[in-house]
């Protein structure tokens, strides 16, 4: 059976457990955002794609890859709306399709630091592969 778009959306924001619908777009999660500079799709816009059903977009973006998963964003927004959450899930999303994982075992290697605490890597692993 095929899933809907718009099905998708609401099972990202289900999951996230963030009420979209109270984000006014203000724009104060993206202006307080680290990442945001990296991202093709900013914060207030993935809560207004997914407010309008839009998944795919957010999908084929590298936003959810360049989220520092900081949570500035949801201490910043006055409505308590938490894009960190929702790109979390939508890289979730990506994440269980076959084939779209972010990152491989073999790519590891590559990224570590060799300062970077054994746990950091466990973790970020555990994050960015099934
Ligand atoms: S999520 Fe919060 S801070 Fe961001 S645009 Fe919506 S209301 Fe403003
Ligand atoms: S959690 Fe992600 S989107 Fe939110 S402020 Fe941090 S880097 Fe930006």
Redesign the pocket.
């Given at each position: 059976m095929q899933i809907t778009e718009k099905a998708q959306a609401e099972e990202i924001v289900r999951r996230s457990g963030t009420d979209i619908s109270k984000c006014m777009q203000c724009g104060k999660?993206t202006a307080?955002?680290?990442?945001?500079y990296k991202m093709d799709i900013q914060?207030h816009r993935v809560v207004w794609e997914l407010i309008n059903g839009h998944v795919d977009v957010l999908q084929k973006s590298v936003t959810p890859w360049k989220?520092?998963?900081?949570?500035?964003?949801?201490a910043r927004c006055p409505r308590g709306v938490s894009?960190?959450a929702l790109?979390e899930s939508v890289r979730l999303s990506v994440i269980r399709q076959q084939g779209e994982n972010g990152i491989t075992a073999e790519d590891i290697p590559e990224y570590i630091d060799e300062k970077m605490p054994q746990q950091a890597i466990v973790a970020a692993f555990r994050k960015y592969n099934k």
């Open positions: 999660c307080a955002c680290p990442a945001g914060p989220c520092f998963s900081c949570f500035t964003c949801a894009p960190a790109i």
